[in-house]
């Protein structure tokens, strides 16, 4: 399974961006994390098989949604309201089985794209 993560950019505060994760091969649960400068790998949010089941951490909880497209196999991550804080790099990843918040149990990586929000 390949991961290809593009949409990232600059944005001013409460301002909107959409990451796409385009997958090649069979995903069955996938998720987003962002690695601020300095920081650990966090997670942000993760979607099931069906697109049905989704969980997202505190802080983008109202603010980011996720979807799936089948048919172009790829995962989105629709950010509005962004703050400064959510300045990141955004990384895909995708699992068998169900949804984890577990960055170690993800077993395939997509490149990163970055994601800058000004004050």
């Known amino acids: 399974v390949q991961l290809q993560a593009s949409g990232g950019g600059l944005v001013q505060a409460g301002g909107s961006l959409r990451l796409s994760c385009a997958a090649s091969?069979?995903?069955?649960?996938m998720g987003w994390f962002r690695q601020a400068p300095g920081k650990e790998r966090e997670f942000v949010g993760a979607?099931?098989?069906?697109?049905?089941?989704?969980s997202y951490t505190d802080s983008v909880k109202g603010r980011f949604t996720l979807s799936r497209d089948y048919a172009k196999n790829t995962m989105y991550l629709q950010m509005n309201s962004l703050k400064p804080e959510d300045t990141a790099v955004y990384f895909c990843?995708?699992?068998?089985?169900?949804?984890?918040?577990?960055?170690?149990?993800?077993?395939?990586w997509g490149q990163g794209t970055q994601v800058t929000v000004s004050s």
């Open positions: 990843a995708a699992k068998t089985g169900r949804p984890s918040l577990q960055r170690r149990e993800y077993d395939y």
């Open positions: 091969g069979l995903t069955v649960s």
């Open positions: 979607i099931d098989w069906t697109g049905t089941s989704t």
